[in-house]
């Protein structure tokens, strides 16, 4: 009985999407180009569970993430369980508790889904995948470095052209406000104006201090320490403490070695450039690409995340959004990524088994096939294969197993013996 015209509810939450065919495959794209580059560079996948218990995953958060975190009962153990919003933390666990007796670096690699709670406002996902790399024993430049060359490898892999990689450096500011007699609340006001760069609110927030006239202008300096390598020259002249010296050595030393690499043409350098301050423990960096917003992969250093699942060592790695990546490539990828099969064998009801038989062996050939199960005509199968993105389709016509070859490009039919299909002197790729 139909008790209504209308269609049913089938809204989504707020912050999660489907994938249709084209949208998919060029996700897929993406995890397989970054997958590759990170082979490359001899890292290997682990897979990270999608719950874990809530007091062992957040023994990895900031606060921030505690906050952003989907929580539950779980009826089974009567503790809180947890949708993982980062996947950082649960390698950092893994790397703890299950590969601890294993030597030293674990270079290790990700790809997948976490879930976070977002503002209710448009454009927030709260669905979001990441793809990414950890290097967890090394605490050196060049390990550093390694990461900064990946990403840029990375994005030039998965078809970017005009992009950046922001190099900042937390002990460079960490130096700088060491030991300042400043309050909690007016020492994140001072950070928050350098990481916006807002050089007049940072005035007026130091102008309520009672820091000394070098001092303010040390801060001061901060916000415009943006730039090619010449920054370095101009942050040592600004600074006299030991610590921002060092930062700025170690500083140094990656960007030897990102001369090396051959990438120093994609690199800016942000001494202002304070994200992660409560979870970095050196150098940081952030990927943008022309014309977008977003930061489309983040990382750096951070030695003392392991430590909190019993495990004490130095690590650095980095994250890719894959939507914020899909969004920025769109275009990019219609290039790359067509979501089509090779070949839809048509036949009339009389040649069943020779088409089926034709199906299996062009897919051991190594070709993507579909057979045309529908009673239909020819003409309406042929319009069916155009919508599909079929790249031919394949009419079994006789007892003798003839085929005609129809390329969807252009829709010319082509005699083709079984036998040419067979050795493949047909070439469909």
């Known amino acids: ?75 089974q153990s009567g503790r809180l369980l947890a949708f993982p919003p980062d996947m950082t933390p649960q390698i950092a666990r893994i790397a703890a508790t299950r590969m601890s007796e294993l030597p030293l670096p674990l270079r290790l690699c990700y790809s997948g889904r976490v879930l976070r709670h977002t503002e209710q406002q448009a454009g927030k996902d709260r669905d979001i995948f990441q793809s990414g790399v950890e290097l967890i024993g090394l605490d050196s430049p060049e390990a550093d470095a390694e990461m900064i060359a990946m990403a840029v490898e990375s994005l ?3 078809g970017a052209k005009e992009f950046t990689i922001d190099i900042g450096q937390v002990e460079f500011f960490r130096g700088v406000m060491d030991g300042l007699p400043l309050d909690v609340r007016l020492a994140e006001q001072v950070a928050d104006a ?75 350098i942000d001494l202002g450039e304070l994200r992660g301050l409560n979870y970095h423990t050196g150098i940081t960096f952030q990927g943008f690409l022309s014309g977008v917003g977003h930061t489309v992969c983040s990382g750096g250093r951070y030695n003392n995340l392991t430590e909190k699942y019993g495990f004490s060592a130095p690590s650095t790695g980095f994250t ?19 979501p089509s099969c ?46 599909m993105n079929y790249r031919y389709m394949a009419v079994v016509v006789g007892e003798e197993r003839d085929v005609e070859m129809i390329s ?12 040419q299909l067979n050795q493949n002197d047909f070439l469909l790729k």
């Open 1 to 75: 009985m139909r008790f209504s015209d209308s269609p049913p509810d089938t809204d989504l939450p707020k912050g999660v999407r489907d994938f249709l065919p084209l949208k998919a495959a060029k996700v897929e794209y993406l995890q397989q180009q970054l997958h590759q580059v990170y082979a490359a560079w001899g890292f290997r996948p682990v897979i990270t569970p999608q719950l874990e218990y809530l007091d062992v995953l957040e023994r990895g958060f900031g606060a921030g993430l505690r906050e952003r975190t989907f929580r539950f009962d779980d009826r």
């Open 156 to 158: 030039v892999a998965v």
């Open 194 to 268: 350098i990481l916006r760069k807002d050089s007049s609110e940072l005035k007026v927030l130091l102008e309520k201090s009672e820091l000394e006239d070098s001092t303010c202008e040390e801060i001061l300096a901060l916000p415009r320490l943006y730039g090619g390598r010449e920054v370095l020259q101009r942050a040592e002249k600004s600074v006299s403490n030991e610590r921002s010296r060092k930062a700025l050595d170690s500083l140094a030393q990656v960007l030897d070695v990102l001369d090396v690499y051959g990438v120093l043409d994609h690199v800016t």
């Open 320 to 338: 890719f959004s894959l939507l914020h990546l899909l969004f920025a490539l769109d275009k990019v990828l219609d290039e790359r990524v067509v």
């Open 342 to 387: 090779d070949l839809l064998i048509f036949s009339t009801g009389e040649n069943l088994r020779a088409a089926q038989t034709l199906a299996c062996q062009l897919r051991k050939q190594g070709f993507s096939v579909a057979r045309d199960i529908l009673d239909r005509s020819r003409e309406d199968a042929l319009e069916y294969a155009r919508q």
């Open 408 to 419: 969807l490009l252009d829709g010319i039919p082509k005699p083709v013996s079984w036998q």
